[in-house]
């Protein structure tokens, strides 16, 4: 489709003066149903490409195992991108941050102790050729060398905020080349001198990431990079949300004045995010200090160019009014109407079946004398149940889950005793053992890992053990519970408990269309509808709604199945024709 070179502070695209004017998009957070409506709403906003990052965790879930099908069908998205007559910006890590689990990194890098993340390091990078290997062979013929779409490849992401490691650059851009990948490569960073200093390669073009302040912000990159085009990266419109805390938005006038500054300069853009879309099952990332954990929420929203389920918003018109001014043949009249939902209104749960009575129907355990974080199970995302027996007659006196991810519900003979969360060490929990012991059971659910900084090898599940004093409790059954097939459940009728349980319910649907889940009197967990993870719901917010896109449901009966981890009098759902995000 083009070549792209530069030519002092220009893009050229085959030899002619080209300014990419770019909205970010990540194809496994769409359902492929929606990436021709998502892709052609951002041609007419005045785009002419698309970003996205690469799922490396998603792509190879087990070491071996590739998966390029459904959403994660990334040439099917390039093909679609090209058919538009959209150029694409690649950005395949294999770090890519995106608030995604482990910043993209699959679960099981964390096994090898040999590994050191993000450096010159052998066993690490064996991995990653492997995984660029086989990734690059479906996106080589895609590249504009070979007359596709793919102008431009990133190295890395944003590594100044991590290291120094030319070496690791280097080799990184290595294996493009050695599998014939020869487009304009570029690094991203934020304009702080330490990250650019880091983060940069030579001959290879830098690019920046920012908000705002394009005139204050763009005379730091030439100081390490004189008489190149300028390029904004990750023109950051909006955030993401955490847990806990309130759904972040951006004035749209703000927003769009930001990006005027941006390209009244002469610089290039991409819209960080035009499109957020949804984290779909266990997919999210978080955010992690020495002193602090925070999650990101199922809804990848985003307060984006496009809503979470695909509807233009205010800054939509902003943008393109702005963007008018830039490009010719803008079409600045049109307008959208919101696409098809549907309130299918409450729907009666009738059906239980409890977690510890359905351990067998879920997964295999393993026994071990200690108990083992969720990676050395084999298992990346989800849930451990850990089991074990403490003795007594004992004195009341501290019991510890010592550096337990991310949320721990303890359990005595099957009765819910607390809930630990991130790190039970910190918690002062006392308890008295009678004569005759208790069981001790203890659901553990990793909320993601850290997906950004310094502190992100973390094991989840138990990770140094449980204690009672200074003594560690041994001889632990575990239950893997990834949940990825919940369908051999067997349900009984509904009995009221305090208990983990999921509860079942089918709604028969006539007119299929989008539509949103709440679930009032719920407090926390995950939710399925025709064997689909939509995933996590808590009711400490922002978000309320679980997402539901059309091609999930069906004509005819259709299935929703909700694990509730404390138990509910409230057996019912509603499927509502609105997000609230909060």
Same mark, same amino acid.
């Given at each position: 489709?083009?070549?792209?070179?530069?030519?002092?502070?220009?893009?050229?695209?085959?030899?002619?003066?080209?300014?990419?004017?770019?909205?970010?998009?990540?194809?496994?957070?769409?359902?492929?149903?929606?990436?021709?409506?998502?892709?052609?709403?951002?041609?007419?906003?005045?785009?002419?490409?698309?970003?996205?990052?690469?799922?490396?965790?998603?792509?190879?879930?087990?070491?071996?195992?590739?998966?390029?099908?459904?959403?994660?069908?990334?040439?099917?998205?390039?093909?679609?991108?090209?058919?538009?007559?959209?150029?694409?910006?690649?950005?395949?890590?294999?770090?890519?941050?995106?608030?995604?689990?482990?910043?993209?990194?699959?679960?099981?890098?964390?096994?090898?102790?040999?590994?050191?993340?993000?450096?010159?390091?052998?066993?690490?990078?064996?991995?990653?050729?492997?995984?660029?290997?086989?990734?690059?062979?479906?996106?080589?013929?895609?590249?504009?060398?070979?007359?596709?779409?793919?102008?431009?490849?990133?190295?890395?992401?944003?590594?100044?905020?991590?290291?120094?490691?030319?070496?690791?650059?280097?080799?990184?851009?290595?294996?493009?080349?050695?599998?014939?990948?020869?487009?304009?490569?570029?690094? +991203?960073?934020?304009?702080?001198?330490?990250?650019?200093?880091?983060?940069?390669?030579?001959?290879?073009?830098?690019?920046?990431?920012?908000?705002?302040?394009?005139?204050?912000?763009?005379?730091?990159?030439?100081?390490?990079?004189?008489?190149?085009?300028?390029?904004?990266?990750?023109?950051?419109?909006?955030?993401?949300?955490?847990?806990?805390?309130?759904?972040?938005?951006?004035?749209?006038?703000?927003?769009?004045?930001?990006?005027?500054?941006?390209?009244?300069?002469?610089?290039?853009?991409?819209?960080?995010?035009?499109?957020?879309?949804?984290?779909?099952?266990?997919?999210?990332?978080?955010?992690?200090?020495?002193?602090?954990?925070?999650?990101?929420?199922?809804?990848?929203?985003?307060?984006?160019?496009?809503?979470?389920?695909?509807?233009?918003?205010?800054?939509?018109?902003?943008?393109?009014?702005?963007?008018?001014?830039?490009?010719?043949?803008?079409?600045?009249?049109?307008?959208?109407?919101?696409?098809?939902?549907?309130?299918?209104?409450?729907?009666?749960?009738?059906?239980?079946?409890?977690?510890?009575?359905?351990?067998?129907?879920? +997964?295999?355990?393993?026994?071990?004398?200690?108990?083992?974080?969720?990676?050395?199970?084999?298992?990346?995302?989800?849930?451990?149940?850990?089991? +074990?027996?403490?003795?007594?007659?004992?004195?009341?006196?501290?019991?510890?889950?010592?550096?337990?991810?991310?949320?721990?519900?303890?359990?005595?003979?099957?009765?819910?005793?607390?809930?630990?969360?991130?790190?039970?060490?910190?918690?002062?929990?006392?308890?008295?053992?009678?004569?005759?012991?208790?069981?001790?059971?203890?659901?553990?659910?990793?909320?993601?890992?850290?997906?950004?900084?310094?502190?992100?090898?973390?094991?989840?599940?138990?990770?140094?053990?449980?204690?009672?004093?200074?003594?560690?409790?041994?001889?632990?059954?575990?239950?893997?519970?990834?949940?990825?097939?919940?369908?051999?459940?067997?349900?009984?009728?509904?009995?009221?408990?305090?208990?983990?349980?999921?509860?079942?319910?089918?709604?028969?649907?006539?007119?299929?269309?989008?539509?949103?889940?709440?679930?009032?009197?719920?407090?926390?967990?995950?939710?399925?509808?025709?064997?689909?993870?939509?995933?996590?719901?808590?009711?400490?917010?922002?978000?309320?709604?679980?997402?539901?896109?059309?091609?999930?449901?069906?004509?005819?009966?259709?299935?929703?199945?909700?694990?509730?981890?404390?138990?509910?009098?409230?057996?019912?759902?509603?499927?509502?024709?609105?997000?609230?995000?909060?």
């Amino acid at each position: 489709m083009g070549k792209l070179t530069t030519e002092g502070r220009k893009f050229l695209l085959d030899g002619k003066p080209f300014r990419i004017i770019s909205g970010a998009m990540h194809y496994w957070r769409v359902m492929p149903i929606y990436w021709e409506d998502r892709m052609i709403k951002m041609k007419e906003m005045g785009c002419n490409t698309i970003e996205t990052y690469v799922p490396w965790k998603l792509h190879e879930p087990k070491e071996g195992e590739f998966h390029f099908e459904n959403e994660l069908d990334v040439v099917k998205y390039i093909e679609t991108a090209k058919s538009l007559g959209l150029y694409v910006i690649f950005r395949p890590g294999p770090y890519i941050c995106a608030e995604l689990d482990f910043g993209g990194f699959p679960g099981w890098l964390i096994k090898d102790k040999n590994i050191e993340l993000r450096s010159f390091n052998e066993a690490y990078l064996s991995k990653v050729e492997n995984f660029f290997n086989v990734l690059l062979k479906y996106v080589k013929p895609l590249t504009s060398s070979y007359g596709g779409p793919i102008i431009a490849l990133q190295i890395e992401n944003e590594y100044g905020a991590f290291g120094t490691d030319k070496k690791y650059l280097n080799a990184l851009k290595d294996i493009y080349l050695k599998n014939g990948i020869n487009e304009l490569f570029f690094t +991203s960073d934020n304009p702080e001198h330490h990250m650019i200093q880091g983060g940069s390669l030579e001959d290879t073009l830098i690019t920046l990431n920012f908000g705002s302040g394009a005139r204050e912000r763009f005379p730091i990159l030439d100081q390490y990079q004189e008489n190149k085009p300028y390029m904004v990266m990750e023109f950051w419109i909006g955030w993401f949300d955490t847990w806990g805390l309130h759904h972040h938005t951006r004035n749209p006038v703000d927003a769009a004045k930001a990006l005027d500054e941006i390209l009244s300069m002469g610089a290039s853009v991409n819209i960080y995010m035009f499109h957020g879309g949804t984290n779909f099952g266990f997919t999210n990332g978080a955010n992690r200090s020495l002193t602090s954990y925070d999650p990101t929420i199922n809804s990848y929203d985003y307060d984006a160019i496009l809503d979470e389920c695909g509807d233009p918003t205010q800054k939509y018109y902003l943008f393109r009014d702005v963007i008018a001014k830039y490009v010719k043949g803008v079409n600045t009249t049109k307008k959208y109407e919101p696409a098809k939902k549907r309130a299918y209104g409450k729907v009666a749960l009738t059906e239980q079946a409890n977690l510890f009575d359905s351990l067998d129907q879920l +997964s295999i355990p393993v026994q071990n004398s200690t108990p083992l974080p969720m990676e050395k199970l084999g298992q990346d995302m989800g849930f451990v149940l850990y089991r +074990s027996f403490i003795s007594g007659k004992r004195k009341e006196d501290s019991f510890y889950i010592q550096d337990v991810k991310d949320r721990a519900i303890l359990f005595l003979d099957q009765k819910p005793i607390r809930t630990f969360e991130h790190d039970g060490v910190k918690d002062d929990f006392r308890l008295a053992v009678p004569p005759e012991g208790y069981q001790v059971d203890i659901l553990v659910e990793s909320l993601g890992r850290a997906n950004y900084g310094p502190y992100m090898d973390d094991y989840k599940g138990i990770t140094k053990g449980v204690r009672y004093q200074n003594q560690f409790i041994h001889d632990w059954t575990m239950v893997p519970l990834p949940l990825n097939d919940v369908s051999q459940l067997e349900y009984h009728e509904i009995a009221e408990t305090d208990n983990p349980a999921f509860y079942r319910g089918i709604i028969e649907i006539g007119d299929v269309a989008d539509t949103f889940m709440i679930l009032p009197g719920f407090t926390k967990g995950i939710a399925f509808i025709n064997g689909f993870n939509l995933g996590r719901y808590w009711e400490k917010g922002p978000t309320q709604t679980l997402y539901i896109p059309k091609n999930l449901l069906k004509t005819g009966k259709n299935e929703i199945v909700v694990f509730e981890l404390h138990g509910t009098k409230q057996y019912e759902i509603e499927l509502i024709d609105h997000l609230v995000l909060g």
